[in-house]
């Protein structure tokens, strides 16, 4: 079970579980207000006459030694001798502190001389052992020890099982193999407009070398991509989406949503390609029978437009039709392919011979073997060509409509890109075999005796096409895109060729497009998309993403170019399949120990070849289009970045984080600290983060972008309990940390107490230099009302991390941090308000039960206080209470937002009384470069003596200008040992009455007994003992009052409590007194190690 947050929750004297920041603050109700209005008012001290009573010294058993040596060489060893009434010279071995006595150091330049060399004197200042043990019996009192000196050296949207439950849960799926799912498909959108209509105007360009060129590049990028496809579609289950699908759980919503939006946009204009295709093969037939409606550009677009209507109605109708159409396409298309095959053997005629074909001739081979680009290039010519094998996702694109994707796209995709580029070749070097590059199509044009063929093959062949140099001709390799339909043994096939391979080329974009449109939309990476989420009948078909495709396509279909339109679409699916081919290098990179492929025949570093192959070809295809397009893709993958959509699909860029985390710390590991890196890495008992948010909101402002920040939270009980809340809140904790922009980690232990949770916390936190080095937690205001126990755990952290040599940082503001009950209040207002809700619901839906209803909805209204009480007397005594805990509730609220504003202009003042390296000076100068705080200036108080002010502060501005340290004013207080005034030592004296023992005042057996019985509580003698360093807290919060009520904020050097000497509720008595009735305020300690120099 988790803490319980109320206010008096320490109370209780039996032992219970709290959080780590056991912090609950409240008012002092009996505080007395002042008059005076400015500086601003916080809680006030009233303060009564001097106590009268004697106090006598007296020892605990077996510490009579301890306290004989104590008041030898500690703190409050006083002499005569000096100006200053607590200044002493008879001990040499203590540094002078402001005129006092002490063993801890005052700041001085020289513990920061050569702190990074290896060599060189150094002077060292009481390390944090020396003045937070106990001191030794033995130690060797010499002169000069002050300078020691030493030679040192520092060296949801998208969830797959949701998705599988609906898709379970629906009957009459219609699911392919991987024939006619996968194989088919890809063959029909690879044998598209290009087999029939552009290949041998593609080498008749770039001749019969060059054109094999083209198809095995192109091969080579498809194949790369395919094998690719494959490794990623083995490494799970695949679902519905394509080749978004395959980049977005493998890159991440990042990559996959600006693909997935560039995909779908490129494949709804391979309709428009593939349907003006059919159209330019209509209007030839039409233009052979002297029958165009208008012009041939405006008849392309009217076919065009009419036959998208067609196929958008064939899709529609379900994926049973489209698969059916896409057989029967098939099998014409085949024969078509047969038919040219064959049409290249038969004997020739007259008519043929004159549009150039002559069967195959070995001359007609050479001639053709070499390129003649004409007003083309290789590139452009490959642009044009490209677009023929994209097809290869036909089958990827459908993934959701798969018996098994798994072994079907690989499968089908692979042999489809075998056989298909086995038929590309064949008829590019049949056709380049057969038919010359130009002829007039003129049976007249035979050649004359005794002319000289220079080389033609034509000529050789016994015709005479010499005039094409002149004039353009309409036949031939170069001129005529119906030469398949000469060469072939029956036309009209070639024809119905064509008009099966546009037309399946279409129907298979015109399915894919929707489809993985739908499922990005599905996915909700783009949130005003999702409306096309939306499925209709048994299949889930995406209507709403047909007719989206429907109308992009018509607008392309209207431009009627082919050759313009197939550079566009040669980049979108390049960019696509230049990520396919990175996310199997990617993810093979990453070494993610889920990445684990069936499918084997791929290598991670020939897919990233593939990715640059792809990159490259993009550039020299179009260079301005390729710029366009990664443009388009930046802004969209910028735009996914920012929206951070709510996705986890374990992507290899997160495992990729992962490694470069690990890599990034254990080389951290191996570098040495320097103090100039020194940063504070911070470990916060918020408890739960979000029921103290203004003590992780000063934390976060010196840790942001600049240090470690580790909210804990120590689970204290019952341990199976304990463990299951604990791994229950793990999660939802970080997740808030992360929805409120808290760049801070979240952990939690089980422990038997608070102080061995903190212990465990401090000693395993962090991540080899990634370690905390400072401890901060919240002041326990309530701790007079607390047990002994808990006293005892809240001190002995403090001890704890001084032990384990990290520094400390208490934090105190006046309406404390704990929130829960507030958080508590507003879930019940937020779960009656549904109820109410959901009633006025019921009533509306249910009117004949309306009197019942409405005599319910009134009882939870009762609750909410909107309805008047029963009697005028409880109605005001609620009124009161609500009124009473709404300001107290308004308060708390905003004092735990006060870290959250920007700071106005003030001043941060910093009392920096004791030399802890530095800590107490870095953390306000950390503030100061913080957007909230940077309008506040240092203000630098420090201790010296009355006698040597001037000296004093110019010392301390040399050692600020040396820091480098900005700062508004410096301050030497020199009367910090004065005795503090009467009403203020009886005001303490009075706080720390009940837990005194009084065993001066008792027989000795008495007293004996009463050590047994209570030994936490403070002896006469620990109190006369550190009487002069009670007198020190009670006179600073006086010097605090007078210098820096107004500050915005207060750091102050925290005292620390020798282990063994000081008791617990003594230590709390110094931090209550010290930091009451002030702004909010930051007890710092260093652990007295340097984490300033003045070194570059």
């Known amino acids: 079970m988790s803490m319980n947050n109320s206010p008096n929750i320490f109370l209780d004297p039996t032992p ?50 301890l306290y004989e040596n104590f008041l030898q060489n500690g703190d409050t060893v006083k002499s005569d001798g000096n100006l200053h009434p607590y200044d002493t010279h008879s001990n040499t071995y203590y540094l002078k502190t402001f005129g006092h006595n002490t063993v801890d150091a005052i700041p001085n330049i020289d513990y920061y001389r050569n702190t990074g060399s290896i060599s060189g004197a150094k002077m060292n200042r009481p390390s944090l052992l020396e003045i937070h043990e106990q001191l030794a019996k033995n130690i060797a009192l010499n002169p000069g020890s002050i300078d020691r000196v030493t030679g040192s050296g520092e060296g949801t949207p998208g969830d797959e099982a949701t998705a599988n439950k609906e898709e379970e849960s629906k009957g009459g799926f219609v699911k392919f193999g991987w024939v006619k799912g996968v194989l088919v498909r890809c063959m029909l959108n690879i044998w598209g407009v290009m087999l029939f209509i552009r290949l041998s105007w593609i080498v008749g360009q770039t001749g019969i070398g060059l054109g094999i060129v083209v198809i095995m590049l192109s091969v080579v990028v498809t194949t790369l991509t395919g094998i690719s496809m494959s490794a990623i579609c083995t490494n799970g289950v695949v679902r519905g989406g394509g080749a978004y699908y395959l980049i977005s759980r493998s890159l991440g919503p990042e990559f996959g949503g600006s693909i997935g939006l560039i995909f779908a946009f490129a494949n709804a204009v391979a309709v428009a390609m593939y349907v003006v295709g059919f159209a330019e093969t209509v209007v030839e037939l039409l233009k052979s029978s002297d029958v165009l409606m208008v012009d041939e550009s405006n008849d392309i677009r009217i076919i065009g437009s009419i036959t998208v209507v067609v196929l958008l109605g064939i899709s529609v109708a379900g994926m049973e039709w489209e698969a059916k159409a896409q057989v029967v396409l098939l099998v014409i298309l085949l024969i078509a392919i047969a038919n040219f095959f064959i049409g290249t053997i038969i004997p020739t005629n007259n008519e043929k011979k004159a549009r150039g074909f002559f069967n195959y001739q070995a001359s007609i081979f050479a001639e053709n073997f070499g390129p003649d680009f004409r007003g083309e290039g290789f590139f452009s010519v490959f642009a044009i060509f490209f677009p023929a094998a ?104 070639i024809t119905a060729g064509i008009f099966s391979a546009t037309l399946s080329s279409a129907l298979a974009s015109l399915v894919s497009a929707p489809k993985v449109f739908q499922a990005l939309c599905k996915d909700n990476i783009y949130k005003a998309l999702h409306f096309f989420a939306k499925g209709h009948g048994k299949n889930n078909e995406p209507l709403r993403g047909y007719v989206l495709t429907f109308i992009i396509a018509m607008a392309f279909i209207l431009i009627a170019e082919l050759n313009t339109i197939a550079p566009i679409i040669s980049n979108f699916f390049l960019a696509s399949y230049a990520l396919i081919n990175f996310s199997c290098f990617h993810a093979s990179y990453a070494k993610s120990p889920g990445w684990r ?99 992780l909101d000063i934390t976060h402002s010196f840790t942001k972008n600049n240090g470690l920040c580790i909210c804990c939270q120590v689970y204290t009980g019952p341990r199976k309990l304990c463990v299951k809340e604990m791994n229950s809140g793990m999660a939802k904790n970080q997740a808030w940390l992360t929805k409120n922009k808290r760049k801070a980690f979240y952990a939690a232990v089980a422990a ?23 401890l901060v937690l919240g002041f326990k205001t309530d701790w007079r009302d607390a047990s002994a126990v808990q006293i005892e755990n809240y001190v002995g952290a403090i001890h704890d991390a001084f032990d384990f040599e990290l520094g400390v940082v208490i934090v105190r503001i006046s309406q404390g941090f704990d929130i829960s009950q507030v958080l508590q209040v507003q879930e019940e207002l937020e779960k009656l308000e549904q109820e109410r809700l959901a009633l006025e619901a019921t009533i509306k839906g249910n009117e004949f039960e309306e009197e019942n209803r409405i005599r319910g909805f009134f009882n939870k209204a009762k609750k909410l206080n909107i309805t008047k009480h029963v009697t005028k007397k409880d109605s005001n005594i609620n009124k009161i209470q609500s009124m009473h805990m709404g300001e107290f509730n308004q308060r708390l609220l905003e004092a735990s937002n006060q870290f959250k504003k920007k700071q106005g202009k003030g001043t941060i003042d910093v009392w920096w009384l004791f030399d802890d390296g530095g800590l107490t000076l870095l953390i306000p100068h950390i503030l100061t470069l913080r957007k909230k705080w940077k309008d506040c200036k240092l203000r630098i108080f420090t201790g010296g003596k009355i006698n040597r002010i001037e000296d004093e502060k110019l010392a301390m501005t040399s050692l600020l200008s040396k820091f480098r340290i900005k700062y508004a004013d410096i301050k030497i207080i020199g009367d910090i040992n004065m005795k503090p005034n009467k009403e203020s030592w009886k005001f303490f004296e009075e706080m720390i009455e009940p837990y005194r023992l009084h065993e001066s005042c008792k027989d000795l057996t008495t007293a004996e007994k009463l050590k047994r019985e209570t030994p936490w509580k403070i002896t006469d003698a620990e109190l006369e003992a550190f009487k002069e360093k009670s007198y020190r807290q009670v006179r600073l919060n006086e010097l605090l009052q007078e210098h820096s009520r107004a500050a915005n904020l207060i750091v102050l050097s925290l005292p620390v409590a020798r282990k063994g000497l000081v008791s617990d509720h003594l230590y709390m008595a110094w931090l209550e007194i010290l930091s009451k009735n002030l702004p909010p305020v930051l007890l710092v300690r260093g652990n007295h190690k340097n984490v300033l120099t003045f070194y570059s």
């Open 16 to 65: 219970n579980r709290f959080q780590v920041n056991i912090i609950n603050e409240s008012h002092d109700n009996n505080a007395t207000p002042e008059e005076d209005v400015d500086p601003p008012h916080y809680e006030e001290t009233s303060f009564t006459e001097e106590a009268h009573s004697r106090v006598r010294i007296s020892h605990r058993p077996g510490k009579r030694a």
């Open 390 to 493: 994209t097809g290869i996702l036909a089958g990827a694109n459908i993934s959701g409509d798969l018996e098994d994707p798994q072994a079907a796209i690989p499968k089908g995709t692979m042999l489809a890109i075998l056989i298909t580029t086995v038929a590309y070749l064949g008829v590019a070097i049949c056709a380049a075999a057969c038919v010359v590059r130009d002829a007039t199509g003129n049976t007249t044009d035979t050649v004359a005796s005794g002319v000289n063929c220079n080389g033609s093959s034509a000529c050789t062949l016994g015709y005479d096409f010499s005039s094409c140099k002149i004039q353009k001709c309409h036949y031939g390799l170069m001129n005529n895109f119906q030469v398949m339909s000469m060469v072939s043994g029956f036309g009209p096939l």
């Open 597 to 695: 492929p069936a499918f084997k025949y791929y290598n991670m570093w020939v897919s990233l070849f593939g990715a640059m192959l792809c990159c490259g070809v993009m550039f020299v295809i179009n260079w301005w289009a390729a710029l366009i397009t990664y443009a388009i893709e930046l802004f969209l993958y910028i735009y996914v970045t920012y929206k951070k959509p709510e996705v986890n699909w374990g992507s290899s860029a997160q495992a990729l984080y992962y490694v470069n985390a690990l890599d990034s710390a254990l080389e951290l590991t191996a570098i040495e600290d320097h103090v100039k890196n020194f940063r504070p890495q911070c470990i916060v008992l918020t408890g739960g983060p979000m029921t103290r948010p203004a003590l």
């Open 752 to 774: 038997d107490s608070f102080r061995d949770g903190v212990k465990s916390l401090l000693q395993a936190s962090g991540l080899g230099r990634m370690k905390p080095n400072t």
